[in-house]
């Protein structure tokens, strides 16, 4: 069954997500999407088919909407999307004993900045980690276009995204690694570079941790069969 849910933001924007359950359980997992992406990439799509089967509620949000109330992605940063997850999680923590946090890519930041104290573990995808750079080098894919008060971000695609989210980008390094306080399971993809920044610092988690490296995945876990031990992989750790 799949039921839409409208949460409110604590800014007066509206969060809109789906909620799918097959069998009456405790266990929700709320799936946090990276930059750019919606609840209907196939990973958060077909999560929604997998995971219920298995004795897990799912709820997947978009942090950005052309509905009523719905923020625009230009408007959004790292703190918007942290401080919406913390809506989302605060919504369902009454209607559920167990929540997981799963995020991908830039998703993985708003999860690790996030309000853990309800949350039982946390699955990272590919989760964005940054080197730390005082000239923000990394940051040259973006373009500052001054008539729109926004950045250019250079991509597959190219969008329009807030001065804030550069600014917070750049300082999501391993210094953010001390925020995390429950379980985490990282599951990186071979063929792009987050699994090295995350292998120089794993020491720095303080907390039971899980590393491993899908081989031919790329960031978006598009590989045939790449997606089935994403999906088998987290879900070992999260019936642990």
Same mark, same amino acid.
Request: no cysteine.
């Given at each position: 069954m799949e039921t839409e849910y409208i949460i409110p933001s604590t800014d007066e924007h509206l969060l809109y997500g789906l909620l799918n359950s097959q069998k009456e359980t405790n266990k929700l997992i709320i799936f $946090? %999407?990276? +930059?750019?992406?919606?609840?209907? +990439?196939?990973?958060?799509? =077909?999560s929604a088919r997998y995971f219920p089967k298995k004795g897990f509620d799912t709820f997947r949000f978009d942090f950005f909407s052309n509905k009523e109330k719905g923020r625009l992605l230009s408007d959004c940063s790292i703190t918007t999307f942290t401080q919406d997850l913390n809506s989302v999680s605060s919504f369902f923590e009454k209607k559920y004993e167990n929540i997981f946090l799963i995020g991908a890519s830039l998703g993985g930041c708003a999860v690790i900045n996030s309000n853990q104290k309800n949350i039982e573990k946390i699955v +990272?995808?590919?989760g964005a980690l940054f080197p730390k750079d005082? =000239? %923000? @080098?990394? =940051?040259?894919?973006? @373009?500052?276009?001054?008539? +729109? =008060?926004?950045y250019l971000m250079r991509g597959s695609i190219e969008y329009l995204v807030s001065k804030e989210l550069v600014d917070e980008r750049s300082k999501q390094n391993e210094d953010i690694i001390s925020k995390i306080k429950k379980p985490i399971k990282l599951i990186m993809a071979e063929k792009f570079h987050q699994k090295d920044r995350w292998k120089k610092h794993l020491s720095l988690i303080k $907390?039971?941790?899980?590393?491993?490296?899908i081989e031919n995945a790329s960031h978006g876990f598009d590989e045939e069969g790449v997606e089935e031990q994403l999906f088998e992989e987290t879900l070992k750790f999260l019936n642990k």
């Open positions: $946090v %999407n990276g +930059l750019g992406a919606t609840k209907e +990439l196939h990973t958060g799509f =077909n +990272l995808w590919d005082k =000239n %923000n @080098t990394y =940051n040259k894919k973006f @373009t500052w276009i001054e008539s +729109l =008060n926004k $907390v039971p941790s899980e590393f491993i490296i």
